[in-house]
């Protein structure tokens, strides 16, 4: 089966410092993980997905992540925080249910940047 | 421009009402999901769609339903049976059910029962 753990469920940290968040995941597998984006009252967006090629992915926004299957880790990181990045985080893995595929999502972080 | 549209965006129901969610999709993408959002939760999966005319239950389908009569709709019809239905509700879309395929997402609908 598979499941994705995100370690916190805030994170906060000043404008200009960089972001952190983490998640793991299990999978029978190899899997394919994203993170994506909420903001307030809003719909999803991907901020970047790995499918199995380069263990480091850069996403939209200065994000990148990087895969580590000894660690079966895919923490998402930001160089600089900036206030627009406030918003909550999920990390997902792609799931095997019966002969296709499901997104499960990690219970999210809520990311506050403060000034 | 291509995209998911949801509405209404804000909906109330009173208890033991049936509310319709709307979701249209302009992607020609093959599958649709519902999935329901609580506070300090992930997204849940309600039902999904492969293809027209068929649809699956997810995680948590009790008290819901569906139709996919066309590939671009898959309306969710919340009924009296769903005990709390009070949820953040999002409609998303994948060109189909393969391991790597990306989700779009509506803008959501927020449920409230009154």
């Known amino acids: 089966a598979q499941s994705v753990t995100q370690l916190d469920s805030h994170v906060s940290v000043s404008e200009g410092t960089p972001v952190l968040l983490r998640c793991n995941y299990s999978s029978s597998y190899s899997p394919s993980l994203f993170w994506y984006v909420q903001h307030p009252n809003k719909g999803l967006q991907l901020l970047l997905k790995y499918t199995s090629a380069a263990t480091l992915v850069k996403g939209i926004n200065g994000f990148e992540a990087e895969f580590k299957k000894s660690e079966t880790s895919f923490h998402l990181t930001k160089p600089s925080a900036h206030m627009s990045d406030a918003a909550e985080y999920f990390c997902?893995?792609?799931?095997?249910?019966?002969?296709?595929?499901?997104?499960?999502f990690g219970s999210g972080t809520r990311l506050l940047v403060r000034p | 421009d291509g995209g998911i549209t949801q509405s209404p965006k804000y909906l109330f129901r009173k208890e033991g009402q049936n509310v319709t969610l709307s979701c249209e999709q302009n992607l020609n993408h093959d599958a649709m999901y519902w999935y329901r959002q609580d506070p300090g939760q992930g997204l849940r999966l309600i039902y999904y769609?492969?293809?027209?005319?068929?649809?699956q239950k997810g995680d948590i389908a009790e008290g819901y339903s569906v139709s996919r009569e066309k590939k671009e709709s898959f309306p969710l019809t919340v009924t009296s049976a769903q005990k709390n239905p009070t949820a953040f509700y999002l409609c998303a879309s994948s060109i189909d059910l393969v391991q790597g395929a990306r989700a779009f997402f509506g803008q959501g609908t927020r449920l409230t029962v009154v």
């Open positions: 769609s492969q293809i027209v005319n068929d649809f």
């Open positions: 997902v893995v792609s799931g095997r249910m019966d002969s296709s595929y499901k997104l499960i």
